[in-house]
């Protein structure tokens, strides 16, 4: 079953396609949320859910493409990469943004974004 999400960031709506795995799931019980996201290495945003994310072992470890979510363990983090990324035992992936990215390249400050269920 696909489900999906949206990001809703400078007027503008994001659909996220998601995988099915037990972090998803979880991730799907805290929304609708509103994240401060900032910047990370030139290569993603990062923002905090309310707590940490159930990850089975199976899950974990994605080499990230640009418009990946995805969920970093050590810091409990979502990740939206807006550049590819090297291979990270750390990640475990949960979607996909479907249109196009480059709003978040160009965003050099803190900011929030809502994600919900339509």
Do not use: H
């Not at 099915?20 to 910047?39: G, I, Q, R």
């Not at 990370?40 to 072992?57: A, F, S, T």
């Amino acid at each position: 079953m696909s489900r999906a999400v949206y990001i809703n960031f400078n007027n503008k709506k994001y659909k996220v396609n998601l995988t099915d795995n037990e972090t998803v799931k979880d991730f799907l019980s805290l929304l609708p949320m509103e994240y401060s996201f900032s910047d990370m290495d030139n290569i993603e945003k990062i923002g905090y859910p309310k707590r940490r994310l159930l990850v089975k072992e199976e899950d974990k470890g994605w080499e990230p493409k640009k418009g990946d979510v995805c969920y970093y363990l050590p810091y409990g983090s979502i990740a939206i990469f807006y550049e590819d990324s090297e291979q990270n035992s750390n990640l475990v992936y949960l979607g996909a943004i479907e249109s196009d990215i480059e709003d978040f390249d160009r965003i050099g400050v803190d900011f929030k974004l809502s994600v919900a269920e339509e």
